[in-house]
């Protein structure tokens, strides 16, 4: 392999946003890795000086047929319905473990449930594994249900159209899927020499989180995933108006969502003459004041991570109380501000609590005896359900309402650390991928099936690597749901840049 230095800019910039947290040593590991990397970038300097772009990492070959390759699995993908429920899951897998088999690749098809499967696929790197080193590609194969009346194309029809590919899980999270799965391939097409076991996981049921989850592949297939580093959804590419990368925020931890029943019994009876302890009274007044109220602001390592690197790309009232959040004097007005300017910051920030289930009566003319509601709530990792419960439990100060919290609750996964190799590997790979452009960490307020993996000590990351501007991400899960055409090769380009990169010895 030939070494010659290119791209030394986006060098600089990959390193430039981790200015406060580096040591000297990883430093110097920070370049050190960057030259073994220059070939890549060299190939990236001959091919497309325009772009920037890294494309042809020379050690697994050209990603732009691959790219094109992984197009046509995406769309097929899109066209398998695994809308869940049912899900359905087992169709996508045996999908994936064909193309898998053609590569000479032996997929695993783990049964979950009666049509539902996850899929497993491992390169190996010795004959014997050593699982903490392990890098795993997940990406979920399951879709959140459509509203058809309201899709100008058919959201299974894997259509291609005005620059764009239309359907279910164009976004979430099949292209992810089909990148992981393109990773995968390269590595074997390429017969390279592994340094560690790479892991291709396609899950189910990630959208129900129930009995065919990633939870049931952990609890009963842990072997066949058992790694040290995984890399998932969770994270963005943000596309800003100019049609430019602006910044990665690269999930590396999650709130934790729980479900919180109130029920309120009461006599019940005839409507005509009503007593004090009607049940709809005390939960409509228990639910308007859990409803306004503001939990307190509790901001962990990444949030403030996220605020400080973020501060320079905002307009300038937003920067600047973005750098003033830590202060005893202007942090409380910074943080109101930053909570009213945007609902998912104020998320970030605090636990929040969203009534999303009222249940009441069944007669205009009788008091029903019951009346229950559902709360969602999200904690910042670190918080505990019985606190906040507590907190509103005397909030609402009502005898006649009772609280019950969910047993199926997430469980507070620790971060993922912002402080090792893969990380500024991935780091470094989105600067190169997107001409210098800053790595911010962030904590989703969704959850994803990395919380699991956190759990059983994984560093996990949550990325989809594809440019997507704000319209286009706020179809996920909504209607329409699509992927520019032009971010696709882009976000397999970034997987395998960075797959291989960190899994190959040179
Ligand atoms: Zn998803």
Not at 99 to 120: Q, Y
Not at 299 to 321: C, G, M, N, Q
Not at 333 to 355: C, F, G, K, Q, V
Request: proline share 5%.
């Amino acid at each position: 392999m030939e070494f010659t230095v290119g791209n030394t800019h986006s060098q600089l910039g990959g390193v430039y946003v981790l200015r406060r947290h580096i040591s000297l040593s990883t430093l110097s590991l920070l370049f050190l890795s960057g030259f073994l990397s220059c070939n890549l970038n060299a190939q990236v300097a001959q091919k497309s000086p325009a772009l920037g772009i890294p494309q042809a990492p020379p050690l697994v070959g050209d990603t732009i047929a691959l790219a094109l390759e992984a197009q046509n699995w995406l769309v097929d993908l899109i066209k398998i319905n695994t809308t869940n429920p049912p899900g359905n899951e087992q169709a996508a897998a045996k999908y994936i473990a064909g193309i898998l088999a053609k590569e000479g690749i032996t997929a695993d098809i783990l049964d979950l449930a009666p049509g539902r499967s996850a899929v497993v696929a491992r390169l190996r790197s010795s004959a014997v594994a050593d699982p903490s080193k392990a890098l795993l590609l997940v990406a979920h194969m399951d879709v959140v249900g459509v509203d058809r009346s309201k899709w100008s194309v058919d959201p299974f029809g894997g259509v291609i159209k005005d620059g764009y590919i239309w359907g279910r899980g164009s976004l979430d999270d099949k292209s992810m899927l089909a990148a992981n799965l393109a990773s995968f391939i390269a590595l074997k097409r390429g017969n390279v020499h592994l340094n560690r076991d790479v892991i291709f996981l396609g899950t189910a049921d990630e959208e129900q989180f129930g009995d065919a989850s990633m939870k049931m592949v952990i609890a009963k297939y842990w072997d066949k995933i058992a790694s040290g580093f995984a890399i998932n959804e969770g994270g963005k590419v943000v596309l800003g108006k100019d049609g430019k990368v602006q910044y990665v925020a690269l999930q590396a931890a999650e709130k934790v969502s729980v479900n919180v029943t109130l029920t309120v019994t009461g006599k019940g009876g005839h409507a005509s003459t009503p007593t004090k302890d009607n049940p709809v009274v005390h939960l409509a007044a228990a639910v308007d004041k859990i409803g306004s109220y503001n939990t307190p602001v509790h901001l962990t390592s990444i949030v403030h991570r996220y605020f400080e690197a973020l501060a320079p790309l905002e307009d300038e009232e937003t920067s600047k109380w973005m750098k003033v959040i830590d202060t005893p004097d202007r942090g409380e007005h910074a943080i109101r501000y930053l909570a009213e300017a945007s609902p998912m910051w104020n998320s970030m920030m605090r636990d929040t609590i969203a009534p999303t289930i009222l249940q009441a009566g069944f007669r205009g003319n009788v008091i029903p005896s019951e009346a229950r509601a559902v709360l969602n709530i999200r904690l910042v990792p670190g918080d505990t359900i019985d606190v906040l419960v507590n907190d509103l439990k005397k909030l609402v100060n009502d005898p006649q309402v009772k609280f019950e919290i969910a047993p199926e609750g997430g469980l507070a996964a620790p971060n993922s650390s912002l402080e090792n190799d893969f990380f500024y590997l991935i780091t470094r790979a989105c600067a190169q991928e997107f001409g210098g452009v800053p790595v911010i960490p962030f904590m989703s307020t969704g959850a994803t099936d990395s919380a699991q993996l956190r759990l059983h000590s994984v560093q996990a990351y949550g990325l989809r690597p594809f440019p997507i501007n704000e319209a286009d991400d706020a179809r996920v899960h909504g209607d329409e749901e699509r992927l520019p055409l032009a971010s696709f090769p882009k976000g397999v380009d970034l997987m395998v840049h960075i797959v291989a990169e960190f899994s190959v010895t040179r």
